[in-house]
């Protein structure tokens, strides 16, 4: 994480607690945070120069229940929003877009028999694959 991010960043982090322990340092957890999501590694994984990963992952859960996370991008949308950084246009493209597996291989119109069109034959499992049905 860059300097400039973190100074954006560490105001919105939540302050070390008043009891307990002291917490490791949150710019070091949050790099192990992003490293682990930019990867897609196990948190087992996780390089030791991010600390215990442990610690990295339940700070993670924690961010993510307590809206720390959410507060974060909201801060960031709002200022690059009014400095002009964002650009809103959203395009949605149908090539992405995946048909239900039960979209495909649907029966033809006049064809009430099946796959074999053969009346007679009973539904179910055969040598051949499934029966009509």
Do not use: C
Not at 111 to 119: K, L, M, S, Y
């Amino acid at each position: 994480m860059t300097d400039a991010a973190w100074r954006r960043i560490e105001p919105l982090l939540p302050s070390q607690p008043a009891r307990g322990g002291r917490w490791a340092d949150h710019r070091t957890v949050l790099n192990g945070i992003l490293w682990k999501l930019a990867t897609g590694v196990p948190w087992l994984d996780l390089p030791e120069r991010y600390g215990n990963w442990k610690t990295v992952y339940e700070r993670y859960r924690r961010w993510a229940a307590d809206g720390t996370f959410d507060a974060i991008l909201t801060q960031v949308q709002v200022h690059d929003d009014s400095v002009g950084r964002i650009d809103w246009t959203v395009s949605v493209d149908s090539t992405i877009v995946r048909a239900h597996q039960h979209a495909a291989g649907a029966r033809k119109r006049g064809n009430r028999a099946g796959r074999t069109g053969h009346p007679d034959e009973p539904a179910g499992r055969r040598s051949g694959g499934l029966g009509a049905g």
